[in-house]
């Protein structure tokens, strides 16, 4: 059974930084996965933050959405079976519950679409105030 669940998020002053972390269970970094990080705002549709996906060969790809790119950063750690969701330069509109998401075929596209995710954790929250 595959299980992500994320931690770190937390208040946090404009400007300041986070770290998120995605702790997968059932299923192993050493073959093709990828691990996308979405947001969800007060009132607002869930939307794509970033993603990274790895190659059983060990290529890399990250991803990131125009709104958080430079300020966000994702990595894994394949030891731990962790991906992580560095956020920078945060401000108010970066306010949010935080999902990390799996698909099953290990694959995703830049769209960024939630169909293309099988498996989500329950969400923390990441709260920016200006």
């Known amino acids: 059974e595959v299980e992500l669940v994320e931690s770190g998020g937390g208040l946090v002053q404009a400007g300041g930084s986070l770290r998120l972390s995605c702790a997968v269970s059932g299923f192993t970094f050493d073959d093709d996965y990828a691990i996308g990080w979405f947001r969800q705002a007060a009132g607002k549709e869930r939307e794509g933050v970033g993603y990274?996906?790895?190659?059983?060969?060990?290529?890399?790809?990250?991803y990131y959405v125009d709104s958080v790119k430079g300020r966000f950063t994702i990595s894994s750690d394949n030891d731990k079976n962790t991906v992580y969701l560095q956020m920078n330069s945060l401000n108010a509109e970066d306010t949010a519950v935080y999902y990390c998401?799996?698909?099953?075929?290990?694959?995703?596209?830049?769209?960024?679409?939630?169909?293309?995710?099988?498996?989500w954790g329950q969400g923390t929250q990441v709260t920016v105030s200006s």
């Open positions: 998401a799996a698909p099953y075929t290990g694959v995703v596209t830049r769209a960024m679409h939630l169909y293309e995710y099988d498996y």
């Open positions: 990274i996906m790895s190659s059983e060969s060990g290529d890399v790809t990250t």
